[in-house]
């Protein structure tokens, strides 16, 4: 049976370059590509890093209920993870790696229970955190603002995954990622 990994974390706490990483060690994963009404940044592509939806087609997704969970992240910004994206990658056998914010990966967990690990990234600090937020140059000022809010508010969702990895050594924290989901896939050591 097919499996899907959750790698969940407050903004700012490394978990993408961390997904990189499994998806380029493990050729049976496949990234969950999420749906989502915030425009592409330089160099995204449709399809690829996100379906980039309007949100008249997002909201409309909502009402044929197609989303296996959803959430507005940021104000006036939704995104969500696509039913169909799931049952596409189990179908081709599969397993799903997804990148997503406290919330949906609460709810994914509680939907799919055993067949999910989801893994907490937590920073060392939130100071270190905020560090890390600052240096992005992708966020302007007000994002930035809104994007600290939040972090702190998701510091709190610790309690509700199987696994907290703490980043504060990338290349230890990248090891110990490797470790868990060679375990939770049940592969060989290679
Ligand atoms: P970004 O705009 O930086 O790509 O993503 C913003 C936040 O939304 C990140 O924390 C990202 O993990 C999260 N995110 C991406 N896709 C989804 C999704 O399908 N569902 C939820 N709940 N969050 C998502």
Same mark, same amino acid.
């Given at each position: 049976?097919?499996?899907?990994?959750?790698?969940?974390a407050?903004?700012?706490?490394?978990?993408?370059?961390?997904?990189?990483?499994?998806?380029?060690t493990?050729?049976?994963?496949?990234?969950?590509?999420s749906?989502?009404?915030?425009?592409?940044? $330089?160099?995204?592509?449709?399809?690829?890093?996100?379906?980039?939806?309007?949100?008249?087609?997002?909201?409309?997704?909502?009402?044929?209920?197609l989303?296996?969970?959803?959430?507005?992240?940021?104000?006036?910004?939704?995104?969500?993870?696509?039913?169909?994206?799931?049952?596409?990658?189990?179908?081709?056998k599969?397993?799903?790696?997804?990148?997503?914010?406290?919330?949906?990966?609460?709810?994914?967990?509680?939907?799919?229970?055993?067949?999910?690990?989801?893994?907490?990234?937590k920073?060392?600090?939130?100071?270190?955190?905020i560090?890390?937020?600052?240096?992005?140059?992708?966020?302007?000022?007000?994002?930035?603002?809104?994007?600290?809010?939040? $972090?702190?508010?998701?510091?709190?969702?610790?309690n509700?995954?199987?696994?907290?990895?703490?980043?504060?050594?990338?290349?230890?924290?990248?090891?110990?990622?490797?470790?868990?989901?060679?375990?939770?896939?049940?592969?060989?050591?290679?």
């Amino acid at each position: 049976m097919k499996k899907m990994l959750i790698i969940t974390a407050p903004s700012g706490a490394g978990k993408t370059t961390i997904v990189r990483h499994l998806l380029k060690t493990f050729d049976n994963l496949s990234f969950s590509v999420s749906a989502t009404t915030r425009p592409p940044r $330089a160099g995204e592509v449709d399809g690829k890093d996100y379906y980039f939806l309007t949100l008249r087609k997002f909201n409309n997704r909502i009402k044929k209920d197609l989303f296996a969970e959803w959430e507005e992240v940021y104000p006036g910004k939704f995104y969500g993870t696509l039913k169909k994206e799931i049952a596409k990658k189990w179908r081709k056998k599969k397993d799903i790696v997804f990148d997503i914010e406290v919330k949906g990966a609460t709810n994914l967990k509680k939907l799919y229970g055993d067949r999910a690990l989801a893994v907490f990234i937590k920073p060392p600090s939130l100071e270190e955190l905020i560090k890390r937020l600052e240096k992005r140059d992708t966020e302007s000022k007000k994002t930035l603002a809104e994007r600290i809010a939040r $972090a702190k508010e998701e510091l709190t969702y610790e309690n509700n995954f199987d696994m907290v990895l703490i980043n504060d050594d990338l290349a230890v924290a990248l090891k110990e990622a490797e470790a868990l989901v060679r375990a939770f896939l049940d592969l060989e050591e290679e």
